[in-house]
């Protein structure tokens, strides 16, 4: 899941079930995603789709919308193999095994509020992550330490 192709697909196949490509947050894993959308009755709440094996499931309740919505459309997803890489190289995690990435619309540590945090953890679960901006410039390193 986690190639601009895959997301991609992901993204093509979820638009016309969730009514396009604003979102509440998506957290994106190896082998499948979530995406939090706010319902079609009430924009105040969210609920949460799950993708697997090339499709998506129906929805879960999730929860109140307390953040802006981001739009997937406006995130560069050719740059995340590179961010991968940058990740495994620079978070201070030693040998990798897992990777995750999440859409995040209102972070907090960073002029930038919406931004993609990639994960590298490895198999003891030490992790770390890097906040990149939608065009994929890194901002900021949260490494293992």
């Known amino acids: 899941m986690l190639t601009p192709a895959a997301i991609r697909e992901m993204l093509a196949k979820a638009k016309p079930v969730i009514g396009g490509s604003k979102v509440v947050k998506m957290y994106v894993y190896e082998q499948h995603a979530s995406i939090e959308v706010p319902t079609k009755h009430d924009k105040g709440v969210y609920d949460t789709y799950d993708y697997r ?54 972070y907090g540590f960073t002029s930038v509020k919406q931004v993609l945090l990639v994960y590298a953890s490895d198999e003891y679960h030490r992790t770390g992550y890097l906040v990149a901006t939608p065009q994929g410039k890194v901002i900021k390193l949260v490494r293992n330490e």
């Open 53 to 106: 094996d090339g499709r998506l499931e129906e929805p879960r309740i999730g929860g109140e919308v307390k953040t802006p919505l981001v739009d997937l459309d406006t995130f560069d997803w050719d740059r995340l193999p590179a961010l991968l890489k940058r990740a495994d190289k620079d978070l201070g995690v030693p040998n990798p095994t897992s990777h995750h990435i999440i859409v995040d619309p209102d």
